[in-house]
């Protein structure tokens, strides 16, 4: 499974590449600044139509150049394969999406075909940074996983969106509605994620027991509001508050959850390293979820694979890969750095925008 042709043009600073990956391993290799990680980015387009460096997708678009075209094979479940092009013009808002030679109207409509995952370093931070990105990785999964989620997670945010709305106006008495509404559907997106982390617990256990001594692991989860009461009341609770403060201070929006080891925080007892290896752990235990739900487990990206890890971690991680029944591209400058990979990876090289096999 995974992509078995890309070609991307004028996408950053590459040009006419044309390459057929492997379905298992793919190592991208090139000196820095020479193309490596905006090939990551091009696949992770492709699954996505968005980047994972930037807001500004003009910014994708090579500086000499109007507009930037991709053009993948996704070969999925059944050996069926599914065909994505993508087109983005400087000019225009939008870009254009085809599968299988029909327009899509949505990023999501996209998404679901390919799921990708990205892990480099701001992603191996997980756990320095804001909720906001612990949400993501979360939502994603149900996003693959959860028939309903994307559509009670749509309608939450325009609830809560038009609820600001009415608060920053001090309007309290058309609030009676939508409090109404992003109860329903607050408690369905607590619901959807509380059952999806019983089971990423699961396969996270044996994951990470594959990568470190993982011993006790226990997700600590805030719902996005005080714990010990149900929403219904923490919204009530709040209402004064929100009036004041012109915005709702509790609800789904502010979910967020931890990693513990025993009784303490993983933040705080782990190694960048071992943080590096759970995060590693995570995202593998998510694939096979999402290959469960949809025998498709998508394709891993991996930027900057071995930095902050010793030779033994770095041979470890390297065989956990090369065990993972998943497609997967990693970079590096240096071809020797992965001579300790126990399958030999599909391997092209990258030189000024150009790619080579």
């Given amino acids: 499974m995974g992509f078995n042709l890309v070609r991307c043009n004028n996408f950053r600073n590459l040009k006419g590449v044309d390459i057929a990956p492997s379905s298992a391993i793919n190592l991208i290799i090139g000196e820095n600044a020479s193309g490596k990680s905006n090939f990551l980015e091009s696949i992770f387009y492709l699954g996505r139509a968005k980047s994972f460096r930037t807001n500004k997708l003009h910014e994708l678009i090579n500086f000499d150049e109007e507009e930037t075209n991709l053009f993948a094979r996704y070969r999925g479940k059944g050996d069926i394969e599914t065909s994505i092009g993508i087109e983005r013009k400087r000019n225009l808002k939008k870009e254009k999406i085809k599968v299988d030679g029909n327009y899509v109207k949505s990023k999501s409509e996209l998404a679901k075909h390919v799921p990708v995952q990205m892990l480099h370093p701001p992603v191996f931070r997980m756990f ?74 699961h396969h996270l256990m044996i994951e990470a027991a594959k990568l470190f001594e993982a011993k006790d692991i226990k997700f600590s989860i805030n719902c996005g509001w005080k ?111 992965f001579s300790s990979l126990p399958v030999k990876p599909a391997l092209f090289h990258v030189e000024h925008g150009k790619i080579f096999s």
Avoid: M
Wanted: aromatic share 12%; net charge neutral; hydrophobic share 40%.
């Fill in 128 to 201: 320095d940074e804001s909720p906001s990105h612990r949400r993501k990785f979360i939502d994603f999964g149900l996003f693959h996983v959860e028939q309903l989620f994307h559509s009670v997670w749509k309608s939450y945010t325009i609830a809560l969106s038009n609820r600001n709305h009415l608060l920053k106006k001090g309007n309290k008495d058309d609030l009676r509605y939508w409090d109404r509404e992003i109860l329903d559907l607050g408690n369905q997106l607590n619901q959807f994620r509380s059952s999806y982390l019983n089971e990423l617990h």
């Fill in 227 to 337: 714990k010990g009461l149900d929403f219904s009341q923490a919204l009530k609770n709040s209402f004064e508050r929100d009036v004041s403060i012109g915005y709702t201070s509790v609800g789904p929006h502010l979910f967020d959850f931890a990693i513990n080891f025993g009784r303490i925080n993983g933040k705080i007892v782990l190694s960048n390293g071992q943080k590096k290896l759970l995060v590693f752990a995570l995202h593998t235990a998510q694939a096979i979820i999402i290959s469960t739900a949809k025998s498709n487990p998508g394709i891993l990206l991996f930027d900057e694979v071995s930095s902050e890890l010793d030779a033994a971690n770095r041979d470890r991680v390297f065989a956990y890969i090369s065990e993972l029944n998943v497609q997967s591209f990693l970079t590096g400058t240096d071809e020797l750095a």
